[in-house]
């Protein structure tokens, strides 16, 4: 897993939310991830559809900004999502309700 990259994970997140529309339906939400770095990207994450694509999303309720390998470690549980928000690590806009969900979006 060390070769982990944000594109590859979104990737993954696509065929995740695809595969079970039902559990990404009931989010009900659209993410705009905003991935700083060498690696880094824009990304939409749209459950309401459901699926992730690169490129930013025309209304997201969410949106999260990250560096690259500090995404690549949230995602792998190496980082946790609360204290990367209050040492200012994950950045969140929007409906911090939506952020709390953040977890069903990115673990599956």
Do not use: H
């Not at 944000?6 to 995740?16: G, M, T």
């Not at 559809?49 to 949230?74: M, Y």
């Not at 980082?79 to 911090?96: D, E, P, V, W």
């Amino acid at each position: 897993m060390a070769d982990q990259t944000p594109s590859l994970i979104f990737e993954e997140i696509d065929k995740r939310v695809k595969a079970n529309p039902e559990k990404a339906k009931a989010i009900n939400a659209v993410y705009q991830f905003e991935v700083t770095g060498e690696q880094g990207g824009t990304w939409t994450v749209d459950c309401t559809v459901p699926e992730a694509r690169t490129g930013a999303a025309p209304n997201p309720g969410c949106t999260v900004t990250i560096a690259d390998r500090d995404f690549v470690d949230l995602v792998q549980g190496k980082l946790n999502g609360q204290l990367a928000f209050m040492s200012g690590k994950l950045k969140i806009g929007g409906n911090m309700a939506l952020a709390m969900k953040l977890q069903l979006v990115l673990g599956g």
